[in-house]
């Protein structure tokens, strides 16, 4: 058997296991008996459980619609705004969301940055790869257009901190009774997409032109949120 081949049917069984038991309840030991092979065998492939599970996480990203819909815009500040609203507008409805199997992984993220990392590091790995490109070259062309102005000297630390701030609002929604709320405002999507897309260096008119395009936004935004963490709600 390739190696490739084997590598495919031990994600497959790795799947079958996390649906099952979840992360907590998966051990490398279950998903190697799985699968038919030695656990000896599974770390030739895999280094730990945390590489299985970002692993299927970033396959289930890569092979969905929505992100080859997202990677075939021509970069652009109206692709810009597509990926960040995208982004917020999925991070709120998440947030809103019964789903436990998503509130589990956004624990075990947080979880995984109070130890030893690992996980954090390979997820974030893998959505730097998959999405940092299109976000650093639609703010590089907003630039050249006369829509944005630089801010610092690294590009792709201000898709993180996109990232971050309405991650940051959605851990505040998930203990049962919220840590936070925020103020009791309709537009409260608009307003953070308007806080990030300053933040980055877009301006007003830029902002104006692009954020309420809605026929532009409806036929594309979808694309931007789902193809972060679509893989999560697939695994």
Known sequence: MTSDLRRELILSAAKRCFARY???????????????????LLFKHFPSKSALYAEILAEACETDPALHRLLDLEP???????????????????????????????????????DDGEFARLLYEKIKDLIGSIFTLSLERAIAAGDAVPVGREPLNLFWFAHHTVLMMVLTKLPSVPALSYGAAPDLERQ?????????GLDAKAIALH?????????????AGEAQTSAAESA
């Open 22 to 40: 979840g992360f907590a309840g998966t051990t490398t030991k279950s998903v190697a008996a799985a699968a038919s092979i030695s656990e000896a």
């Open 76 to 114: 652009s500040t109206e692709t810009l705004v597509v990926l960040i609203r995208g982004m917020v507008e999925h991070f709120l409805s998440a947030s809103a969301s019964p789903d436990q199997q998503e509130a589990q992984r956004l624990r075990l993220m947080i979880s995984s940055q109070l």
């Open 192 to 200: 953070v997409c308007e806080f990030i897309l300053r933040g980055i």
């Open 211 to 223: 954020l309420d395009r809605e026929p532009v936004f409806n036929a594309a935004h979808t694309s």
